[in-house]
């Protein structure tokens, strides 16, 4: 393209209605050639942000996911793991990423639900600030006991953290899913919970397991070896409905306690503003994979529930969860 040069003596009336006419067809030519680079999405490597380090149940579903959906669209798909402020660091890499379709995050309650509601300054918008493509999986939490404690059930939690004043709960550390939840124990039962936190879910479990601390929260997935050996008692797991990785253990539900139900999410989200058709075939990328048997086992080996939605319905559920966990968070003071 010639490189076009101001002139030093002012258009002539004929001349301005000419330049202007190359410029119209200037800009044409660019929308020409900028139809077929959208159209052939992806052009380049897909990066998947994971807001937890390398190993856990987050990186676990975004390589499954990666490995598959580098398949499906016939490109590389790579997962590079960002962890830090409560998922915030790489949630607010993927917000301020281009909307291309080129940079995605595993979504889930800690990025989304609870760390940017931790922060001094919130960093981003976790509803509108993304496009939201497709809900994963749910994962519940367990709350569950040392077996040497009076704490079988449920209501006997609410009923000894009554008669003796104070009952401590682990979890895996300030604003992890497992704090927020027992912070949601103690407002709607309306019992003296002490939040002990822990620098992640394995010290937990050694105290938990040597009764040092009575009770303790967390994701599901890592504790089913200590219910089957007998070591921890599980009292509920936090869905609306039984979990088929324990199926024996009741929900909350179950006791009664209809405002506890709360599954820790596995999704997949982008940068606000992505074209309409990218998220759309994303979506059905995301719930053809979903459909199939082998990731459908591999998901709920890992305690997840794997769920197929359109993209509105992600948001919603993301909205509504949002709504419930911000209001624990900031009336917990937690801080990171």
């Known amino acids: 393209m010639p490189h076009l040069h101001p002139t030093s003596q002012p258009l002539s009336a004929v001349a301005r209605p000419a330049r202007r006419s190359a410029l119209k ?11 077929p680079a959208l159209a052939a999405w992806p052009d380049k490597p897909i990066r998947i942000i994971v807001t937890f380090p390398a190993g856990g149940a987050s990186d676990i579903v975004a390589r499954v996911m990666a490995e598959q959906l580098a398949k499906k669209l016939s ?3 790579v997962v590079d793991n960002r ?21 995605l995050m595993l979504s889930n309650s ?36 040392n077996p040497a404690a009076p704490i079988k059930t ?14 401590d709960f682990g979890s895996g550390g300030p604003a992890s899913i497992g704090h927020i939840y027992g912070e ?10 002490v939040h002990i936190p822990y620098r992640g879910g394995a010290p937990m479990t050694t105290d938990l397991i040597a009764g040092v601390i009575p009770v303790g929260i967390d994701v599901l997935t890592a504790f089913v070896p ?22 024996d253990v009741p929900s909350v539900v179950e006791f009664g306690y209809r405002k506890l139900v709360l599954d820790n999410f596995f999704g997949l989200s982008g940068p606000a503003g992505m074209p ?51 209001p624990a968070v900031r009336g917990a003071a937690v801080k990171l």
Request: glycine fraction near 8%.
């Open 25 to 35: 067809l200037l800009a044409a030519g660019a929308s020409a050639i900028a139809l």
């Open 75 to 77: 490109q590389a798909v």
């Open 83 to 103: 962890p830090g402020a409560g998922g915030s660091v790489g949630g607010l890499l993927v917000a301020q990423a281009a909307p291309d379709g080129h940079t």
């Open 110 to 145: 800690t990025p989304i639900s609870i760390g940017p509601f931790a922060l001094e300054k919130q960093p981003y918008d976790p509803v509108q600030g993304f496009s939201h493509i497709a809900l994963i999986g749910n994962a519940p939490c367990v709350v569950m006991a």
């Open 154 to 167: 449920m209501p006997d939690l609410e009923a000894q953290a009554r008669k003796l004043g104070r009952l």
């Open 184 to 193: 949601l124990m103690k407002k709607t039962m309306g019992v003296n919970l």
């Open 226 to 247: 200590y219910f089957r050996s007998g070591q921890l008692v599980p009292l509920a797991v936090t869905s609306a409905s039984r979990s088929p990785l324990v199926p």
């Open 276 to 326: 309409a058709d990218v998220v759309a075939r994303l979506n059905a990328a995301c719930n053809e994979i979903l459909a199939g048997s082998e990731v459908k086992k591999r998901m709920l080996d890992l305690g997840i529930t794997p769920q197929a939605t359109s993209p509105a319905a992600f948001t919603t559920f993301v909205r509504d969860q949002v709504a419930v966990l911000a």
